[in-house]
């Protein structure tokens, strides 16, 4: 469903009951109390891997109860950006090339042989790829949202943050569904459902069923829309307790995407020769028109995305003498994707491309066996084993034709990636007591890791023309990287007041070396046997979590300093074809803060403020490859910030991309008995984005300027729950705004964004 942007201060705020009973339990009670209730009430989180109050927990944590996203529409982790301040997502038309940024900092990398800064784990699974992070959010207990390095208890790959989702478990005794139907603009389609059954008095199952789509926005010549969604999948889960100590869990999930993929559209000509000449006069004859409201695409490979993903995790808990308690998560997950774009956006016969796929295949095992403490001692504890397996191949097929040399040029290639990683950790994390008021924090994880890879270009078919020197057919095998790496977080808590809470923690946290092995890969663009360092963050963070007036106020505030040293970055070289490489940034820092408000003060009247200000700049990046047309400064002279020398720029002072200085969402939900029996609300929210930089590389033309839109909503549904109907319109101002912008050919493209679609829809929920 389309997104709609709900302050994060709202989400101890109860929704409708028909939502609260939708997207959680199904076996909550009737919420008629608690939904009109002047009371925040408490989120509970398992952010240091123990159940915990989220006003409890020393972090920047945003929690996203089920009734929040039942209530706004979210179902993929990808439409978090429009409801977490500080959060981006990167869209592309390959899945390897999505990123997730947490305080500006994630990880775009044209290859598969690199992790992502920012960690998603599913039921504290962490997933190997951004390919694999891209799930439907169905049928959960929670989202939590970590902010700041996370490697410490959750492993390695995240450095900037991590993305955790639960899913709901069955229930023991309990027998009944619940169902969700919304139909909106687009032809929008969204259908879930879910069952749990007992199985006698110690087992239960339950069922999960999705199905979401909408038609394409984009459009081509002929009519054709791209940019749609078709995702898909289902759940089982059996819980069975043979004792009361004894708790096991299985879960395993089929789930999938068929889609047209995304298109992009030209935002500008700039008719340089030899190629942006080419394309201006082809495309602007079939009457393209470039602009930033430019819906209309002229792809000359249809874009397609496709995605099969199982898995099957195995979780077991088991309660020892003296309150502890004993740990274990297995999973493996397989993961295949498909995707076919068209990088020179062009259907001219003079320079296109007959084919571009990408097939990515992974395969990941993990193991995670743990042991918690009691919590009400002086001293608490969890500490834990982990190992990690995990190994892709990623395979594309190029077939060109018209390049270097206009319509004169052809030359078919295949390039293969493969990349493995084996990873073994310990860690613990102690809290001790000094005082009822006063508490110290300190953990350590201690991890080894093993990386190997290789890549191959090989010719699939003869070559015709002048081909350029970018592409030669050649094999490269780079020497396997050991690393041992030490990742920690210590800090203090003092209990001002019975509700009021300061903490300060410093961490530090790692992300795995890996390769340059992109597939455009040339043997010059191979330095140092092709190793990429791993990439190291030291963060200090201060905060306070507080609620007022018998908890009808609440108000979290963290500020936080982050300094990211050898930062994993792509650059593109600047030839043509281009070429892109892989390669360690000196130095970055990401400072700023994260503020989130929430109110009740009267029965049924909800108010929420949330945002982020987050200043993240480059500090030491002086080998950046420089934009087209840059401002040159003769060969030998001094980097200067916005001027290239010798083909390279410094990019120091400079934002990062996908790091909007500002974002915050405001939003208010007013709900009241009608009369007897019944019960409506009426809700809106504002969303807030500032300018953001969409490449690293201070090209002016490769920017979004601040955005914002409204989001409205109203329903009805009786007051024991059990079904409501509703109707929403999402960006009911049309803002318009984009997911991209980027340079080809010195051409400018876009990815026009679903969420900058005015839209109406209605929502029917319902528990049985």
Request: glycine share 10%; charged share 15%.
């Amino acid at each position: 469903m389309g997104v709609s942007t709900l302050a994060i201060a709202a989400q101890a705020i109860a929704a409708s009951p028909a939502s609260a009973q939708a997207a959680g339990s199904v076996s909550a009670p009737p919420a008629q109390d608690q939904a009109l209730s002047t009371t925040l009430e408490d989120i509970v989180v398992t952010a240091n891997k123990r159940s915990e109050r989220l006003q409890d927990v020393p972090i920047s944590v945003v929690a996203l109860t089920p009734k929040v996203l039942a209530e706004t529409g979210v179902v993929s982790t990808v439409q978090l950006q429009q409801t977490v301040p500080g959060i981006s997502f990167s869209p592309s038309g390959e899945a390897k090339l999505n990123s997730f940024y947490i305080r500006g900092v994630g990880t775009y990398a044209l290859s598969a042989a690199l992790e992502s800064s920012v960690g998603v784990t599913v039921d504290g699974v962490p997933l190997a790829r951004v390919g694999g992070s891209i799930s439907d959010l169905v049928d959960i207990q929670r989202v939590e949202v970590l902010k700041g390095p996370q490697g410490m208890l959750f492993g390695k790959n995240a450095t900037a943050g991590l993305i955790g989702v639960v899913t709901q478990k069955p229930e023991l005794g309990v027998s009944g569904g619940q169902a969700n139907l919304s139909y909106g603009s687009f032809n929008e389609l969204n259908v879930d459902a879910a069952l749990n059954v007992p199985i006698g008095d110690k087992a239960a199952i339950r069922l999960t069923a999705w199905r979401f789509g909408h038609d394409g926005f984009v459009h081509d010549l002929n009519g054709r829309d791209y940019s749609d969604k078709n995702s898909y999948g289902a759940r089982l889960g059996l819980t069975f307790e043979p004792t009361d100590a004894l708790r096991l869990t299985l879960i395993g999930q089929a789930d999938g995407r068929d889609e047209h993929g995304v298109a992009f559209t030209y935002r500008e000509f700039t008719n340089t020769a030899p190629f942006g000449s080419v394309v201006e006069a082809y495309e602007t004859s079939r009457g393209i028109v470039p602009s930033a409201n430019n819906l209309v695409a002229d792809p000359g490979t249809t874009p397609k995305s496709f995605a099969r993903n199982y898995y099957v995790t195995a979780l077991a808990d088991l309660d020892l003498p003296g309150g502890y308690t004993l740990s274990s998560v297995t999973s493996y997950r397989n993961l295949f994707t498909s995707g076919q774009m068209d990088p020179w956006l062009s259907n001219s016969p003079l320079i296109k491309i007959n084919q571009l796929t990408d097939d990515e295949r992974y395969d990941q095992f993990t193991q995670e066996l743990r042991i918690a403490s009691p919590v009400d001692r002086p001293l608490s504890f969890v500490a834990g084993l982990f190992y990690y397996d995990f190994s892709i191949n990623d395979v594309q097929n190029q077939a060109f034709f018209g390049v270097p040399v206009p319509g004169s040029s052809n030359y078919p290639r295949r390039n293969t990636v493969h990349n493995t990683l084996r990873n073994i950790a310990a860690f613990g994390e102690a809290t001790y007591r000094f005082t009822p008021k006063f508490r110290i924090v300190a953990g350590v994880r201690q991890s080894n890791d093993r990386v190997t890879g290789s890549f191959d270009r090989s010719r699939t078919g003869p070559d015709s023309g002048v081909v350029p020197a970018t592409v030669p057919i050649f094999s490269f095998t780079p020497k396997p990287i050991t690393y041992d790496a030490t990742s920690y977080r210590v800090g203090a808590q003092f209990d001002v007041a019975p509700s009021i809470m300061i903490y300060g923690t410093a961490s530090r946290g790692y992300k795995a070396p890996g390769f340059n092995l992109t597939q455009s890969l040339t043997p010059g663009a191979i330095v140092n046997d092709a190793r990429v360092e791993a990439e190291i963050v030291k963060s200090y963070e201060i905060g306070v979590k507080s609620q007022f007036f018998d908890r009808r106020l609440t108000v979290n505030i963290a500020a936080f300093d982050s300094t990211f040293s050898n930062f994993q970055t792509t650059v593109g070289l600047p030839v043509s074809p281009p070429v892109f490489v892989i390669q360690n940034a000196g130095a970055l820092k990401s400072s700023g803060v994260e503020f989130e408000i929430s109110a009740r003060p009267t029965s049924g009247l909800s108010l929420g403020l949330n945002g982020a200000y987050i200043d993240a700049r480059y500090t030491d990046f002086n080998n950046a490859a420089c934009y087209p047309n840059e401002p040159t400064l003769p060969a030998g002279s001094a980097l200067q910030p916005g001027f290239c020398v010798g083909g390279v720029q410094t990019l120091n002072g400079f934002p990062l991309a996908q790091s909007p200085k500002w974002s915050f969402n405001l939003s208010a939900r007013y709900e009241r008995v009608l009369w007897t029996g019944w019960k409506g609300f009426v809700g809106g929210n504002y969303a807030y984005r500032g300018k953001t930089w969409y490449e690293a590389n201070r090209n002016p033309r490769e920017v979004q300027d601040g955005y914002g839109f409204v989001n409205l909503s109203t329903g009805v549904g009786p007051e024991d729950g059990r079904w409501s109907v509703s109707a929403y319109a999402r960006n009911v101002t049309g803002e318009n705004f984009v997911a991209r912008v980027r340079n080809n050919f010195n051409s400018y493209y876009q990815l026009p964004a679903y969420e900058a679609q005015r839209r109406y829809g209605v929502q029917l929920s319902a528990s049985f």
